[in-house]
């Protein structure tokens, strides 16, 4: 049988992976943002009735993932895998959310790239014949990550002018083999290797990210043979603003001149006025942004082909305090609307 | 055409995934165990030249990967894709070492199940005509993993009873569609669940892991039809003594009776002379004895099929924190030797 494989990191899907179903969940600043009108649910309490900011995590995630099937008119029974990850240590959030669905859970860690991650893999799990329907999903809290790999927020530390706003919130998509009229689907995904330029200040992840962001989708372009032109949306995430710059920048270097269907789902997810500096990020970012505002403007046809291509900067702690620079990734999908 | 799925969490694979390389390296301690003469390397030095655990950790696992790939008589620009994960926050060990590696990356998680995870995803990857050549691997470190889940060496603790040693060692496998006159392959894959009976004891790893080894096995013989007596070797890994004998337990009390061919990673990796009281744990210790013992008993023909299920215990320290039970996973994949 033909490979699938194009040029050295990208697949090109020959079935049909069907995207039947996508629900978006965010907390109370996130949906002051700029698309509050296409968030499926916003949280009054960003808490979600947890005990933990943890626990409400976990609880965000799951909401999106119940949702999504219910949404598909599916049970929990006709999922067959669930693919999964978030930014907490051991993805706990993921882990945990997996226990309550009991269905096979590979989890999956690609920090802030989780969304386009398990969009990638999940493609060629439903491609390959191999499940007929697969729940990708991912999230983040802002006040379990602030705690987590930089100070409790008790503390009240002023935040420097480079640092980004981990996003509220979670997405789940439904890939699928059922055959239908009209839908979202996946047709390339190219899957990322990790890029390291150096950068070692914690608070500016869109410059340790902008260069994965860039290797990753003119390997793209390459083996694909498209170019910017043949997208309507070429969606990073979440680089925030400066990172959105370096990014352009390097791509412009390398030859590649984006234009007007350019943007980053860290930068357009808030408004200006909400003092986020930045932008957002957080592997909830990109999740949420995909499965609300741009599958909706698919479904509307107002765009018919977008790159989404998700970041990850791939540090932790730890390896910031034995002197390590920050390494990123970024994997990218193609989600077309069928004829 | 066909799906591959059988039953509600198996895979049957319908072309060639080849083994073309594997191979194993473990510290000190592991290299006077009951494997020793099985392992390619073993470190004189735990912290192998490095100035710290976790950057030893790293260390262990791009050896083994790039070892891997010379024996396979490729270089690196041949291998598609990288999976692997480990045990630290963020699983830095695997994607720093993929920043070394420069090829394509999917981060997992699955704690001490990955190594099995990344064969089932890897199987997928190659059966489905996505990539040519898959190298699947996983570490830990004893040193890195005791200062992260429980105490700093430099305090002492006593270890309880039910304890297991965390594994310095990593494995890596490379599969590929690579045609081979004779070779081990894998022919199966079980997905599992995330699956808690309510342990909190994080020094009982073996109990919260044994109902997962055993939904996932038991799964595996429904969904295929086969039995115990189908396969030369049952291996899970790594429930240590004690989580070996509750899972007899609990796999005798669901009708299944095993017997002389069932065995755990992490009950047969150490000497009964070593004090590491329940035996070996670890994302390392099922890498390292399938990567040497069970690759080299299967090629020697002293073995002909081996169902390997890793086991994986999906806590963090906050999760136990904050008072919530080990949920476990366990992954299968059956290993044969092609005729």
Same mark, same amino acid.
């Given at each position: 049988m033909a490979s699938k494989k194009c040029g050295k990191q990208t697949i090109k899907f020959t079935n049909p992976v069907n995207i039947i179903s996508s629900y978006s969940i965010v907390g109370e600043k996130e949906g002051q943002g700029n698309f509050k009108e296409y968030y499926d649910y916003i949280l009054k309490d960003d808490k979600f009735g947890e005990k933990t900011f943890e626990h409400a995590e976990r609880k965000l995630i799951e909401h999106s993932i119940v949702h999504a099937i219910e949404r598909a008119h599916l049970n929990i029974d006709d999922i067959d895998l669930m693919l999964a990850g978030d930014l907490l240590n051991q993805i706990t959030s993921s882990s945990f959310t997996a226990r309550q669905l009991k269905t096979s859970f590979v989890g999956l860690y690609g920090a802030c790239s989780t969304m386009a991650e398990s969009l990638a893999v999940g493609a060629c799990m439903i491609d390959g014949n191999f499940f007929n329907n697969v729940v990708c999903a991912t999230g983040s809290h802002f006040s379990s990550a602030e705690r987590q790999y930089r100070f409790p927020l008790e503390l009240g530390n002023q935040r420097p002018p480079t640092s980004q706003w981990t996003v509220t919130g979670a997405g789940c998509t439904i890939l699928s083999n059922r055959s239908m009229r009209k839908c979202n689907q996946i047709t390339m995904a190219t899957f990322g290797k990790v890029t390291d330029?150096?950068?070692?200040?914690? @608070? @500016?992840m869109g410059a340790a990210m902008a260069p994965a962001a860039c290797d990753t989708i003119i390997a793209h372009f390459e083996d694909t043979k498209t170019t910017p032109d043949d997208y309507d949306l070429i969606l990073t995430g979440d680089l925030g603003k400066l990172g959105s710059e370096l990014f352009m920048d390097l791509m412009e270097h390398n030859g590649y001149k984006l234009g007007k269907n350019y943007n980053d789902c860290g930068q357009m997810i808030f408004d200006n006025n909400q003092k986020t500096y930045q932008g957002g990020s957080g592997a909830g970012c990109s999740a949420a942004v995909i499965n609300s505002y741009v599958m909706k403007k698919l479904e509307k046809g107002e765009i018919k082909s977008v790159l989404f291509a998700a970041t990850g900067a791939l540090l932790s702690s730890t390896s910031s305090q034995q002197g390590d620079s920050i390494p990123g990734i970024c994997h990218a999908v193609v989600i077309k609307r069928s004829e």
């Amino acid at each position: 049988m033909a490979s699938k494989k194009c040029g050295k990191q990208t697949i090109k899907f020959t079935n049909p992976v069907n995207i039947i179903s996508s629900y978006s969940i965010v907390g109370e600043k996130e949906g002051q943002g700029n698309f509050k009108e296409y968030y499926d649910y916003i949280l009054k309490d960003d808490k979600f009735g947890e005990k933990t900011f943890e626990h409400a995590e976990r609880k965000l995630i799951e909401h999106s993932i119940v949702h999504a099937i219910e949404r598909a008119h599916l049970n929990i029974d006709d999922i067959d895998l669930m693919l999964a990850g978030d930014l907490l240590n051991q993805i706990t959030s993921s882990s945990f959310t997996a226990r309550q669905l009991k269905t096979s859970f590979v989890g999956l860690y690609g920090a802030c790239s989780t969304m386009a991650e398990s969009l990638a893999v999940g493609a060629c799990m439903i491609d390959g014949n191999f499940f007929n329907n697969v729940v990708c999903a991912t999230g983040s809290h802002f006040s379990s990550a602030e705690r987590q790999y930089r100070f409790p927020l008790e503390l009240g530390n002023q935040r420097p002018p480079t640092s980004q706003w981990t996003v509220t919130g979670a997405g789940c998509t439904i890939l699928s083999n059922r055959s239908m009229r009209k839908c979202n689907q996946i047709t390339m995904a190219t899957f990322g290797k990790v890029t390291d330029y150096g950068i070692t200040d914690v @608070n @500016n992840m869109g410059a340790a990210m902008a260069p994965a962001a860039c290797d990753t989708i003119i390997a793209h372009f390459e083996d694909t043979k498209t170019t910017p032109d043949d997208y309507d949306l070429i969606l990073t995430g979440d680089l925030g603003k400066l990172g959105s710059e370096l990014f352009m920048d390097l791509m412009e270097h390398n030859g590649y001149k984006l234009g007007k269907n350019y943007n980053d789902c860290g930068q357009m997810i808030f408004d200006n006025n909400q003092k986020t500096y930045q932008g957002g990020s957080g592997a909830g970012c990109s999740a949420a942004v995909i499965n609300s505002y741009v599958m909706k403007k698919l479904e509307k046809g107002e765009i018919k082909s977008v790159l989404f291509a998700a970041t990850g900067a791939l540090l932790s702690s730890t390896s910031s305090q034995q002197g390590d620079s920050i390494p990123g990734i970024c994997h990218a999908v193609v989600i077309k609307r069928s004829e």
